[in-house]
């Protein structure tokens, strides 16, 4: 390689450092231009708002805001489920859009309904209640029936059992067809009457005053073949007189879907006590209960909802049904009837 001679590189030199000069030059003026274009666009964004904030404040002078209606505002709350309704009316409540309803819609078909229902409550004058009187000699059992039982209580404590010491029953009409103290047998010792509640007493149950436990039950046979059967609750009436009835004739208040919206606690059983008194207006089992005024009282929360009792069987059971006995009851309504037998056809004999 031929050596680079000293001349040369002094002159290549001083063309680098002039080329290098220039271009600093060049960045330079660049760097300027932009800074005076970034101030011109600050002067006028700060004249806009100065302009700005002058009209309000001449809107503000023109016409003053009370001092009260200066105060910070609320937020608003932002419409969606669960916020509140505002109301212009301080006095007026307003209840949250999830929240239920607090008012129940009446279960009342009717007034001559509710009327008729009420009135099962009064005992009649043709067929007065009597006591211990077993099966009546005036009032008739129809299709429907109303059974109620009281208890006592046995067994040592704290598991106490419970033994049945009366039966109640009434018709469609309120008018008592039966009712019956219960003997206990001889090896059951009673531990607890329950006369506050049950308004069972010690005389109610001597030998000579109640009736056995299997003439009673045999009684109970009698009044249930082929009959509907109210009850509250009922399947413990029915276990305590060791009997069975077909689920497709009994109406049992306390698993009514429209009684069971209104129990105090959502799920629960509602009483007897409490849809009598928001239903029907009536206050029962005030001290010592009766087993009569509760067949009663549960007839009559029926009567007030028949329509719906029988609609919720149809849904489940169909409309007519057979029962064992041979009875073939429309669940629908109307009267018991026999099942006429059909004669059977004689068979040919083949050749």
């Known amino acids: 390689m031929a050596p680079i001679e000293l001349t040369n590189l002094s002159s290549n030199w001083k063309l680098l450092q002039q080329r290098l000069q220039a271009g600093k030059s ?10 005076a274009e970034e101030a011109s666009l600050k002067r006028k964004r700060s004249a806009k708002s100065n302009s700005e904030h002058a009209s309000r404040s001449t809107d503000a002078s023109v016409k003053k805001i009370p001092y009260k209606q200066r105060k910070r505002q609320k937020m608003e709350e932002p419409a969606a489920v669960g916020a509140s309704i505002k109301q212009h009316d301080p006095k007026s409540l307003s209840r949250s859009v999830s929240m239920p309803s607090l008012k129940h819609s009446t279960l009342l078909a009717s007034s001559k309904r509710a009327a008729e229902s009420i009135s099962v409550l009064t005992p009649s004058a043709d067929f007065p209640d009597i006591e211990n009187g077993g099966v009546s000699e005036g009032a008739l059992p129809a299709k429907y ?3 109620d039982c009281e208890m006592v209580g046995i067994g040592p404590e704290p598991n106490k059992d419970s033994a049945l010491a009366r039966v109640s029953v009434v018709n469609y009409h309120g008018h008592q067809i039966y009712d019956s103290y219960v ?14 509640v049950s308004g069972i007493e010690p005389k109610h149950l001597r030998k000579d005053v109640a009736r056995p436990f299997k003439e009673v039950q045999d009684d109970l046979k009698i009044l249930l073949e082929g009959r509907v059967l109210v009850g509250h609750a009922v399947k413990n009436d029915l276990d305590v007189l060791i009997l069975k009835h ?5 109406r049992d208040t306390s698993k009514y879907s429209k009684f069971r919206e209104i129990a105090q606690i959502p799920g ?3 009483s007897l006590k409490i849809l009598a008194e928001k239903l029907l ?3 029962i089992q005030v001290g010592a209960h009766s087993s009569v005024e509760d067949a009663r009282a549960t007839m009559a929360l029926f009567r007030l909802e028949k329509d719906g009792f029988d609609a919720e069987v149809r849904e489940r059971y169909g409309h007519i049904k057979v029962g064992a006995t041979g009875a073939e009851v429309d669940v629908g ?9 059909k004669p059977r056809k004689k068979k040919k004999k083949r050749n």
Not at 189 to 195: G, H, I, K, N, S
Not at 246 to 250: A, G, P
Not at 333 to 341: C, F, L, V, W, Y
Request: hydrophobic residues 25%; positive net charge; without cysteine.
């Open 145 to 147: 029936i109303a059974l």
């Open 281 to 283: 207006g009536v206050e």
């Open 333 to 341: 309504g109307g009267e018991p009837t026999k099942r006429k037998n």
């Open 268 to 270: 629960r059983t509602p």
């Open 246 to 250: 077909d689920k497709r004739y009994i």
């Open 26 to 35: 060049a960045a330079s003026a660049k760097v300027q231009t932009g800074d």
């Open 183 to 196: 003997q206990i047998p001889d090896k059951v010792t009673v531990t607890d009457y329950r006369t506050d």
